[in-house]
T-cell receptor, first 115, second 116 residues
Framework: QQQVKQSPQSLIVQKGGISIINCAYE??????FPWYQQFPGKGPALLIA?????SEKKEGRFTISFNKSAKQFSLHIMDSQPGDSATYFC??????????????FGKGTLLTVNP | DTGVSQNPRHKITKRGQNVTFRCDPI?????LYWYRQTLGQGPEFLTY????????KSRLLSDRFSAERPKGSFSTLEIQRTEQGDSAMYLC??????????????FGSGTRLTVV
């Protein structure tokens, strides 16, 4: 059972463009939604995260939009740069046992930003 | 503090051999997690520790897998009688638990296991 569905599988964007990656979840107990960036040969690195009490969070060029009723959230990368080329994972965690701990990941989106 | 450290970075082993990986978490982090990532997939949760106590194990963690965290510091993940299906990147992460939430969830660079 895939609890977090991510799309698209791959994305090609021109430099300066907007990259948009979408995720949908099923488990209504999830209450923490991070996005991770992973470069080849490296572990995932936390990019930005949101909790369901807000609908949007922005950090620099990265914005998460969250729609609780639709159980969907998305990552927007503004002014995309070649250095942003990486695999992006959405994830979700639920307040099970009194604290967030176990992350459930989507399958990832390979982003390529052309110069 | 240099983050979460995993050793070795790469391991090639023959089918049927035992392998052991080590993870050194960020020093003030009391929680430690193991994940497995196969090619083209997101990481999948295997198990986690709070201090030295192993609090949850995924059904992905068959009886050939064992993890320990003696003294609540570093952790080891051992795979006995390796199979080709065990080939994957094994990721360790750590975090600090405070007020019911996990903070500073940080991944290491992983150990890539290839079983031939």
């Amino acid at each position: 059972q895939q609890q977090v569905k991510q799309s698209p599988q791959s994305l090609i964007v021109q430099k300066g463009g907007i990259s948009i990656i979408n995720c949908a979840y099923e488990n209504t107990a999830f209450d923490y939604f991070p996005w991770y960036q992973q470069f080849p040969g490296k572990g995932p690195a936390l990019l930005i995260a949101i909790r369901p009490d807000v609908s949007e969070k922005k950090e620099g060029r990265f914005t998460i939009s969250f729609n609780k009723s639709a159980k969907q959230f998305s990552l927007h990368i503004m002014d995309s740069q070649p250095g942003d080329s990486a695999t992006y994972f959405c994830a979700a965690s639920g307040n099970s046992g009194g604290s967030n701990y176990k992350l459930t990941f989507g399958k990832g989106t390979l982003l390529t930003v052309n110069p | 503090d240099t983050g979460v450290s995993q050793n070795p970075r790469h391991k090639i082993t023959k089918r049927g051999q035992n392998v052991t990986f080590r993870c050194d978490p960020i020093s003030e982090h009391n929680r430690l997690y193991w994940y497995r990532q196969t090619l083209g997939q997101g990481p999948e949760f295997l198990t986690y520790f709070q201090n030295e106590a192993q609090l949850e194990k995924s059904r992905l963690l068959s009886d050939r897998f064992s993890a320990e965290r003696p003294k609540g510091s570093f952790s080891t993940l051992e795979i006995q009688r390796t199979e080709q299906g065990d080939s994957a990147m094994y990721l360790c992460a750590s975090s600090r638990r405070s007020g019911g939430k996990a903070y500073g969830y940080t991944f290491g660079s992983g150990t890539r296991l290839t079983v031939v």
